[in-house]
C-alpha cells in the first residue's frame, strides 16, 4: 500500500509539472503549489519538517529521492539565504500538508545550498525541480518529545517480537551482557580472533519471521575484513569474537546492536535481525 501511495504522489507532480503558472520570487525561485493550506502551521526556521522529497533535472533524471531511505524523512528548516531564490527560501512558503513544486538554479544549488562542486553534467542556466509534500512540522521539543514516545513503543515490540521468536523456536540460551544470543552449532578448533584480527565467514541474514535477505554462500562469496574497524555491525563482531576458525553459530541480534532506529536499505528500524556464521578463516 506504501508503494501504491507513492508512486500516486510521483504521477500527480508529474503531471503538475507538465502545467505552467509557476510563481516568481524575483530572486530565481519559482514555485507552484498543488495543494496548499494556508491555515496549518507555517515552516518557521529551526523547527523540524518530515517530508516526502525528491528532486530531478529539467530531462526527469532523479537525483535524490527520500521514498528510498523512509516514507517520513526529516529536514531541519533553515534561514532564509542571504541572496533569496533557494530551495530553503521555498521550504520556508510551505505550510503542513502542501504539496509544491519548485525550480532552483543548479549551480547555485550545488555551490550555495550543498557547497558542493558541481556535477559534470550540470550547464549554466540549469535548472533543479524539487517535488515536495510537507507531512508536518514540529519544533524541537515536540520532535524529540514524539521520538522518546515512538522510540518506547518501537523498543517494546521489538522486544516482544523476539521473545515471542525465542519461545517458538525452543532457544534456551542467555543473551550476553550487550544483549546478543550466541549460538554454537559447530564448535572450531582454530585459532579466536582478537581485536584486530581479519576474519574470513560464511553468512546468512535473515529477519526474525525467516525472509533471507544476505547470503554469502549464493553468492559463493566469502565475506573478509578486519575486526575494530567499524566495518561491520556490532553485534556480529562481538559475536564473531566468541568464535573459533572453523566453527559455526547463529547471531541473534537486536536492532540496538544491528541497524538501529532508522531504515537501513531493505532493513526497516527496530529490525532484530539473524546470522548464520561460518567462520572460515582468522589471521
Known amino acids: 500500500m506504501r508503494s501504491y501511495l507513492l508512486f500516486l504522489l510521483a504521477i500527480f507532480f508529474l503531471n503538475a509539472c507538465k502545467n505552467d503558472n509557476f510563481k ?144 517458538i523456536s525452543n532457544i534456551n540460551a542467555k543473551p550476553t551482557a550487550s544483549g546478543i544470543y550466541y549460538i554454537e552449532k559447530k564448535k572450531g578448533y582454530g585459532k579466536k580472533p582478537t581485536d584486530t584480527s581479519t576474519v574470513k565467514i560464511h553468512y546468512l541474514v535473515s529477519f526474525l519471521g525467516g525472509e533471507i535477505f544476505d547470503n554469502t554462500y549464493e553468492r559463493n562469496e566469502p565475506f573478509e575484513f578486519q575486526l575494530g574497524k567499524n566495518i561491520v555491525i556490532p553485534g556480529l563482531e562481538e559475536g564473531i569474537k566468541l568464535m573459533n576458525e572453523g566453527g559455526e553459530a547463529t547471531l541473534i541480534i537486536p536492532s540496538k546492536l544491528a541497524y538501529g532506529s532508522q531504515q537501513y536499505k531493505i532493513i526497516p528500524p527496530y529490525s532484530t535481525i539473524i546470522f548464520e556464521i561460518n567462520l572460515l578463516d582468522v589471521k
Open 24 to 167: 516568481n520570487d524575483g530572486n530565481g525561485l519559482e514555485y507552484k503549489f498543488i495543494i496548499s493550506n494556508p491555515n496549518n502551521r507555517i515552516a518557521t526556521p529551526g523547527e523540524i519538517m518530515e517530508v516526502v522529497m525528491y528532486y530531478t533535472t529539467e530531462k526527469d533524471s532523479i537525483l535524490y529521492d527520500t521514498r528510498e531511505f523512509t516514507d517520513k524523512f526529516k529536514i531541519k528548516i533553515k534561514n532564509p539565504s542571504v541572496n533569496g531564490g533557494t530551495i530553503d527560501d521555498g521550504i520556508l512558503l510551505m505550510h503542513e500538508g502542501d504539496s509544491a513544486i519548485f525550480k532552483v538554479d543548479a549551480i547555485r544549488f550545488y555551490t550555495e545550498t550543498k557547497q558542493e562542486e558541481v556535477p559534470s553534467f550540470i550547464k549554466k542556466g540549469d535548472k533543479i525541480i524539487f517535488y515536495i509534500k510537507a507531512l508536518q512540522i514540529y519544533s524541537v521539543k515536540e520532535y524529540f518529545e514524539k521520538n522518546k514516545q515512538q522510540q518506547y513503543m518501537n523498543e517494546k515490540e521489538e522486544l516482544e517480537g523476539l521473545q515471542n521468536y525465542l519461545k
